[in-house]
């Protein structure tokens, strides 16, 4: 499977923004999606999965704030961000995750999608 994430940009403080994450290959049905974030200087984190039957869960600091989704039909998963922060800055990438770790499971990051939120 290849990721390629998009929508990302430059939004101030409090806007929104929708990622859409392209994936490739016909297994997309049968993997748990997430979407990671990295911030410059810190460890890439996980802020949100979708399992295959749909599922969320979600990271303290976006809960109530980002919506995951995916369209199977598509083979696409996305990341609805409402009430953005500066703290949520970072580069967003999506991956599959392990249905009970949430571990990612390629290795392959792809360019991700820069998010800046100016205050």
């Known amino acids: 499977v290849q990721l390629q994430a998009s929508g990302g940009g430059l939004v101030q403080a409090g806007g929104s923004l929708r990622l859409s994450c392209a994936a490739s290959?016909?297994?997309?049905?049968?993997?748990?999606m997430g979407w990671f974030r990295q911030a410059p200087g810190k460890q890439r984190e996980l802020v949100a999965h979708?399992?295959?039957?749909?599922?969320?869960n979600y990271a303290d600091s976006v809960k109530g704030r980002f919506t995951i989704s995916r369209d199977n039909a598509k083979s696409r998963v996305y990341l609805q961000m409402n009430s953005l922060k500066p703290e949520d800055t970072a580069v967003y990438y999506c991956?599959?995750?392990?249905?009970?770790?949430?571990?990612?499971?390629?290795?392959?990051w792809g360019q991700g999608t820069l998010v800046t939120v100016s205050s």
């Open positions: 991956n599959a995750v392990h249905p009970l770790t949430t571990a990612p499971l390629y290795d392959y």
């Open positions: 290959g016909s297994i997309f049905s049968l993997l748990g």
């Open positions: 979708i399992t295959r039957g749909g599922s969320t």
